[in-house]
């Protein structure tokens, strides 16, 4: 008996929910509410959404060199020592080519030990110390970074260690504004070709978001090869050219 009972609730309370539940005549879905409510179970997006993108080529304006000194020696102090004295001499290059103190930052420090495998004693030996020393250097005249290479490495001599250089632009706002531009105007005529094959009439944006891939350099043939210059004895660098991307998503009214 109670097993009939628990079958008849149910199936009253099923029917109460399906009397609650409704659609209109837009095929919208709407759910009834205790307080007259009613919430609208559609999520569709309205409105022409439409992507731009804008690209702009610059040539960088900064380098960042990262370079120093890495000694070996018997002991620490005299390891130190030896790499103390390079790292001033390679320092003192830097500055005197034009590099504000400022523009110039450790890297990396480290001293470690040396060892090597003795067969004899089965053991590791400790058979001396290695210090490094790194910095990284902002270098603003594009113009010298050859000529600033060579400086410190000669400074530096056999213990110079160059380990990286990088390109960049130091103030690339301009560039965004004119990515921006290309990429807004992208996105508007996209929107006003979909409505002109539609036949709907375009409204104002009711929606923009934006977002950027950042500074990617541009990889093309050697610069040197492709000018035809004579070898130099200054260490040739050439920085290329870098292109920066903004996208922007959009979505437009459509007007009655």
Known sequence: MKKVWL????????????????????????????????ISLDSQQEGIWVGGTGEVSAVPDIAMLSLGIEAQEASVSEAQSRANEAMSAVMDALTGNGIAEKDIRTQYFNIQKVTNWDKDREEQIV?????????????KEMEKVGAIIDAAVTAGGDLTRVDNISFSIDDPSVYYEEARKQAIADARTKA????????????KPTYVSESSQGISPIYRQDYYLESGASPSAVTPISPGEMEIILNVQLAYAILD
């Open 7 to 38: 079958l008849v609730a149910g199936l009253v309370i099923a029917l109460a929910a399906v009397g609650l539940t409704g659609c209109n005549s837009d095929g919208v879905t709407y759910t009834e509410l205790p307080s007259n409510l009613e």
């Open 127 to 139: 058979i001396g110390y290695r210090v490094t020393n790194m910095v990284t250097a902002k270098i």
């Open 192 to 203: 006003e070709q979909i409505a002109e094959l539609t036949g709907i009439n375009l409204g």
